[in-house]
């Protein structure tokens, strides 16, 4: 099983919300996930980012691989 960290997408038309999950890659993207890690909401000004950074670290310490968009968000949290 190869694990991803990845967003999913919740809300409503033109008003996305994004939930951080590690999830199996086979799952398709609003699939079932195994832990939900933080939030991610895009369209508030500034954008809000919570991100449990820890459980982060530990699935990829264990081998999961993020999206390219969580491994910005990741960075800009690290700020």
Known sequence: ????????????????????????????????????????DSVSNPHKINFNLERVDYWLSNGAVASDTVKSLIAQVRK
Do not use: W
């Open 1 to 40: 099983m190869a694990v991803s960290l990845r967003l999913q997408r919740h809300g409503t038309t033109h008003r996305p919300f994004y939930k951080l999950v590690a999830a199996d890659s086979r799952n398709v993207r609003d699939g079932r996930c195994i832990e939900q890690l933080g939030t991610y």
